[in-house]
């Protein structure tokens, strides 16, 4: 699987966007982008992923450029609760059932 | 529907000995990985089970096996455990076909 770069940290104010970025500059061609966030200490929530096309759902879009070697993850309004650690991954849609997790961003929405 | 439930949720060990731990996945899910985290390593993959079958395999020692039944239902068990075993043991869940993982609460393992 690609190996993926994230900041470390983030702040977003709270009602604002949030944009979390990713590199994954060596991506194959059959390797999707994913979303995870982990909220202290809980499992990991998946959030959204994506192949080449822009994707929204109900918790967030994803914004994946031409050339698929980065990404950004929007949450269009963050609230306090958006406040966790936030996983890019990058795997093939066979691969399912194997993810390799980075260090995350940590995103912290303030009041 | 019922999510990934683990058990049990919280486990102290002693040095030397064993561990089970048990996943049921979400209903008729037929993949379950387990994951180790730990705050100096991070997220790492243990090993996949598929219709009672490991599919894949993480870089951990033989210490750490695990098996799959009829069920989906899986456990893993770790013997001869280390100081460096404490971690928050994940599963994570998906169905054939669909490549989004389910993620349990995790069972905290210390080490004493």
């Known amino acids: 699987d690609a190996k993926t770069t994230q900041p470390t940290s983030m702040d977003c104010a709270e009602g604002r966007a949030a944009n979390l970025p990713c590199n994954h500059s060596?991506?194959?061609?059959?390797?999707?982008v994913y979303w995870y966030r982990q909220i202290h200490s809980q499992g990991p929530q998946y959030i959204i992923h994506g192949l080449k096309n822009n994707e929204t759902n109900e918790m967030a879009s994803l914004i994946i450029t031409e050339d698929r070697k980065s990404s950004t993850l929007i949450l269009p309004h963050a609230t306090l609760r958006d406040t966790a650690v936030y996983y890019c991954i990058v795997r093939a849609f066979t691969n399912a059932g194997k993810s390799t997790f980075g260090d995350g961003t940590t995103l912290t929405v303030k009041p | 529907k019922a999510g990934v439930t683990q058990t049990p949720r919280y486990l102290i060990k002693t040095r030397g000995q064993q561990v089970t731990l048990s996943c049921s996945p979400i209903?008729?899910?037929?993949?379950v990985s387990w994951y180790q985290q730990t705050p100096g390593q991070g997220l790492q993959f243990l090993f996949e089970?598929?219709?009672?079958?490991?599919?894949n395999k993480g870089n951990f020692p033989g210490r750490f096996s695990g098996r799959q039944f009829s069920n989906s239902r899986s456990e893993m068990n770790v013997s001869t455990l280390e100081l460096g075993d404490s971690a928050l043991y994940l599963c994570a869940s998906s169905r054939t076909g669909e490549n989004e993982q389910y993620f349990g609460p995790g069972t905290r393992l210390t080490v004493t």
């Open positions: 209903s008729g899910h037929r993949s």
């Open positions: 089970y598929f219709s009672e079958t490991q599919r």
């Open positions: 060596t991506i194959s061609g059959n390797e999707y």
